[in-house]
């Protein structure tokens, strides 16, 4: 998933203490295997990857982000190389 933020609603929730806030929940919920922040196109972002096994949680785990901080969301299926091969395998049957 990438978190997209808005830099004026972002800094109101840096200063009001509610970005960390937000971030340290969402990974507690997410149980990710990795996240990163960084810069991209001049906002901040978060590249967070995690395991979606239930595509219907996708509105509960971002709704937070839409309402706190205005960001814009992406969702990125990927496969692992363990998928990658299982899938492989099954297409060359």
């Known amino acids: 998933m990438k978190i997209q933020m808005d ?9 009001q ?18 996240a990163y922040f960084t810069t991209e196109n001049g906002c ?3 590249f967070i990857f995690f395991d ?4 219907s ?3 509960k ?7 706190q901080i205005d960001a814009k969301i992406s969702y ?3 496969m692992n190389p363990e998928d990658l091969r ?3 395998s099954a297409i060359m049957s």
């Not at 203490?17 to 990795?34: N, R």
């Not at 785990?61 to 309402?67: K, L």
């Open 86 to 88: 299982k899938d492989l």
């Open 57 to 59: 949680r996708m509105p």
């Open 44 to 46: 901040r972002t978060a």
């Open 52 to 55: 979606l096994a239930e595509p």
């Open 7 to 15: 830099t004026p609603a972002s800094n109101e929730a840096i200063k």
């Open 17 to 34: 203490g509610k970005l960390l806030e937000l971030i340290e929940s969402s990974l507690k919920e997410l149980q990710p295997e990795a």
């Open 76 to 78: 990125t299926p990927v």
């Open 61 to 67: 785990i971002a709704e937070p982000f839409f309402m």
